[in-house]
């Protein structure tokens, strides 16, 4: 019945949109003949075509010259030379230089790719390619280093990923079906020769005023010429977005960090005294040489006595406090060590810091001897060159007995160590570019302080802000020091698998 009624409508809806057109264009195709007749008639014909011609010679020209200018002016931005998105905070140095390379292919992609989903499955194919190379280079077919588990874990992160992209940035996507955008995609392409037609026969019909014809394309040029470079900018955004989230994806499945398991990860961080979920509290190595203040640090961060402090070392053996803030949520573990009295190998210090995710390191300001503290700080940053999977932790000069300085009987803070006045603040600010050099540590990272006052000595304020800002940084080392923990292989959990299939099978077998 209904097929009938619009079968018996479509003629007449035919007509009537007819008899609308025609009626449209009639003053057009009356008018311009009829202008004509009156312009021969009063002989101002030839006039009219002579006026017409150099309008719109005059006009092309103008257009010609502004469009050059126009795009001299435009520039590039900025922005399509610089990472369109950021590395994540918790790489590695390995990941680091797998990026690296990806913004380089990204940088050498062309917008051509965004028209071609060959073209981008290609594009996509040669990252997924050079990163599985980068972080498996002797291997003979790297593309494949990754289990079942890694690509749908994958798989799910991107798939959310896309989706906050979606419903951030992306208006109505979650109005709009799937197949309504295909229908409107497809009467777009089909739409497109009528609309090039009606385009043409608009500006033949627009001739007829010669001096609003010029007008309107000098319009029309310029707005396409400034419509064409910001499309050019916009797919080449794009294009550099694509190769970007594909190596992003690469690196996250090649580095190994999607075979950790959660349950995992949390075991190892309430081994490691976490009260929270991890990462949890950052574990802080406060090392450094005999008698330089480690415990008294320790005391003056906990705010009381448990460490104990003499003249002889009473840390005999590494011990762990738990440091918490006002409200009584722990902030880190401090790990109290021995002091170095002599010459650790790299691989010593390693061991060390398996477990570590920031340093404070302690010197004492006028000892002059710091040759054991500069060997020890190279061989944990040589650890680290050598094992690039690992984040090198945050690294905290804690520069005590400043008071002890000459002139010693002097002591009156506060000092102004940016612009020192008196003979002390001299002493200090020179004593912190000594040590700067001495260790190959930025000036910014050290913290002069007086420690044998407890929580109430000098500077102490300044050494909690020093601390609060390497925690933070710490936590993504933790992130990524639990999650290469959480990667290594247990056969426990092969025979809780093998456990599983047996239950599903035998559940299989009673249906």
Not at 55 to 76: A, D, K, M, P, W
Not at 337 to 354: D, M
């Amino acid at each position: 019945m209904t097929a009938t009624i619009k079968r018996r409508w479509r003629g007449p809806i035919i007509i009537v949109m007819g008899l609308v057109l025609v009626l449209m264009v009639l003053p057009l195709l009356l008018l311009i003949p009829l202008g004509g007749l009156w312009l021969w008639q009063q002989g101002w014909l030839l006039l009219w075509f002579l006026g017409t011609a150099v309008l719109t010679g005059g006009g092309y020209l103008l257009v010609h010259l502004l469009q050059r200018r126009l795009i001299g002016s435009i520039e590039t931005p900025a922005e399509t030379t610089a990472p369109v998105s950021p590395p994540e905070p918790d790489w590695s140095a390995q990941d680091l230089a797998a990026w690296t390379e990806v913004q380089q292919l990204a940088r050498d992609t062309d917008k051509i790719i965004l028209g071609s989903q060959t073209l981008l499955m290609e594009r996509a194919r040669l990252v997924i390619e050079h990163v599985a190379r980068h972080y498996y280079p002797d291997h003979k077919d790297p593309v494949w280093n990754f289990t079942l588990p890694e690509a749908l874990l994958l798989s799910e992160r991107v798939s959310l990923r896309l989706r906050l992209v979606l419903g951030e940035h992306v208006p109505g996507s979650s109005h709009f079906q799937v197949g309504q955008v295909m229908r409107l995609w497809h009467l777009g392409s089909s739409s497109q020769p009528y609309y090039k037609g009606a385009k043409t026969l608009f500006r033949l019909v627009r001739a007829v005023n010669p001096m609003s014809a010029v007008l309107a394309e000098v319009r029309e040029r310029l707005l396409n010429v400034a419509f064409d470079r910001t499309s050019d900018y916009l797919q080449q955004k794009g294009a550099r977005i694509w190769v970007e989230e594909v190596g992003r994806a690469a690196i996250d499945l090649y580095s190994g960090r999607l075979q950790a398991d959660a349950g995992q990860m949390a075991k190892l961080a309430e081994h490691e005294q976490a009260t929270r979920p991890p990462p949890g509290p950052v574990q802080v190595l406060v090392a450094g040489q005999l008698k330089v203040g480690k415990s008294s640090l320790v005391n003056a961060l906990l705010n009381d006595t448990q460490s104990a402090v003499d003249v002889l070392p009473m840390t005999a053996r590494a011990e762990r406090y738990q440091l918490s803030d006002e409200a009584g949520e722990p902030l880190a573990v401090l790990i109290d060590t021995p002091g170095v009295s002599h010459e650790l190998s790299t691989e010593e210090w390693g061991a060390q810091l398996e477990s570590v995710d920031c340093i404070l390191w302690v010197v004492s300001a006028h000892r002059a001897d710091r040759a054991l503290d500069r060997k020890a700080l190279d061989a944990i940053r040589a650890w680290f060159r050598d094992n690039p999977t690992r984040r090198q932790p945050p690294i905290l000069g804690v520069v005590s007995h400043i008071d002890r300085l000459s002139p010693a009987r002097e002591w009156s803070p506060p000092y102004d160590l940016s612009n020192p006045a008196s003979p002390k603040a001299v002493a200090i600010s020179e004593s912190l570019q000594h040590i700067a050099a001495d260790l190959a540590l930025p000036e910014a990272d050290l913290v002069p302080v007086r420690l044998d006052q407890g929580a109430d000595g000098y500077n102490i304020d300044l050494l909690w802000s020093a601390v609060y800002e390497r925690l933070e940084q710490a936590k993504h080392g933790r992130a990524q020091r639990l999650n290469r923990l959480g990667r290594k292989r247990d056969w426990k959990s092969v025979m809780r698998q093998a456990r599983g299939a047996g239950r599903l099978i035998r559940q299989g077998l009673k249906r």
